[in-house]
């Protein structure tokens, strides 16, 4: 009787398996923003020379043997014109200057945030001075300090009271940072915003600029000589 032999139930033969094909995306391989020289595949450009003078509408490759016979490139400045605007030019030059000038822009760029602190009228002593630390940190850090006192019910009699804390808040800090924005209350919240830089010394003569108002005053708060 012949031999059938069963099926294998060890371990694969000797011959490995191929690696199966990776079913990403493929990796970008140009990463310029501009199309250039034999990337631009249209049949005719409006050209504009190295000089910045307009040339015209002229074919794809006389542009290009243009560009190439100054020992330049063609590059795609408009793609979406009729036809594609395209200039002479030195591109490494274009990408060099173009990422200079966006690195000395990213340095003159000051971002600043706004931290908001919350206080009730009737908060303690300590607990004051761990809220006002925090407000300096912010100022040191560059970044704007929002404080806001809440009255909640009846809370709302101590108005005076939170001008009071403003007040105290504004000296504490006035060495690194500025009112931006004097108290104000709206609604039941009296809001103050402080920016980072210290206060100019007051003229003299001149009333404080933060004043807290007589009982029964609508809570805004302005200088004397506003109207």
Do not use: W
């Not at 001008?163 to 504004?170: A, D, F, N, P, V």
């Amino acid at each position: 009787m012949a031999f059938t032999p069963s099926s294998p139930s060890g371990p694969p033969g000797p011959f490995p398996r191929s690696p199966r094909p990776s079913r990403g995306p493929l990796p970008n391989q140009n990463k310029d923003e501009h199309r250039i020289n034999e990337r631009i595949r249209v049949p005719q450009v409006r050209l504009i020379d190295e000089k910045g003078e307009q040339v015209g509408v002229v074919p794809t490759f006389q542009a290009l043997q243009m560009a190439r016979e100054r020992g330049l490139d063609l590059m795609e400045v408009s793609p979406n014109a009729q036809p594609p605007v395209c200039k002479i030019c030195d591109y490494g030059k274009f990408k060099y200057e173009k990422k200079k000038k966006e690195h000395q822009a990213k340095k003159k760029q000051t971002v600043i945030k706004v931290k908001e602190v919350q206080l009730r009228p009737q908060t303690e002593e300590h607990d004051l001075e761990y809220k006002f630390k925090n407000i300096r940190q912010f100022l040191e850090d560059g970044d704007k300090a929002k404080v806001t006192i809440m009255f909640r019910g009846r809370e709302i009699t101590y108005v005076d009271q939170g001008y009071k804390i403003m007040k105290q808040l504004s000296e504490m800090v006035k060495d690194i940072g500025t009112v931006e924005s004097f108290p104000k209350l709206e609604g039941k919240k009296l809001i103050m915003v402080i920016a980072p830089g210290a206060s100019k010394k007051p003229t003299p003569g001149r009333p404080a600029p933060i004043v807290i108002p007589a009982a029964g005053s609508s809570g805004t708060n302005k200088p004397d000589n506003e109207t």
